[in-house]
Nanobody, 113 residues
Framework: QVQLMESGGGLVQPGGSLRLSCAAS????????MGWYRQAPGKHRELVST?????ITNYAEFAEGRFTISRDGNTVHVQMNNLRPEDTAVYYC?????????WGKGTLVTVSS
């Protein structure tokens, strides 16, 4: 089993920044990808960004230039800058390994003045 523990959500004003972190524990070995997804009210869950163990990153178009993903062992971070009201969502940590997706419980990010 894999456990994912997220932290760092909260309320921020437009133009502000937040850093989300996710620590993975449990049955982790070999190659796996970690990342973040988000789900806004009334919308489907969507990719934010992913990063491999070798540091290869992938970003959604809306995240390019504003979000930066990084990884330190079993912990993944996403630095989110210049946040907009439309970034308001529950952000979920994801770990993909051997064809299986593992999910955190989610952390709420609210961008509002």
């Amino acid at each position: 089993q894999v456990q994912l523990m997220e932290s760092g959500g909260g309320l921020v004003q437009p133009g502000g920044s937040l850093r989300l972190s996710c620590a993975a524990s449990g049955s982790i070995s070999d190659f796996y990808i970690m990342g973040w997804y988000r789900q806004a009210p009334g919308k489907h869950r969507e990719l934010v960004s992913t990063i491999t163990g070798g540091g290869i990153t992938n970003y959604a178009e809306f995240a390019e230039g504003r979000f930066t993903i990084s990884r330190d062992g079993n912990t993944v971070h996403v630095q989110m800058n210049n946040l907009r009201p439309e970034d308001t969502a529950v952000y979920y940590c994801n770990l993909w390994k051997s064809g299986i997706d593992y999910w955190g419980k989610g952390t709420l990010v609210t961008v509002s003045s």
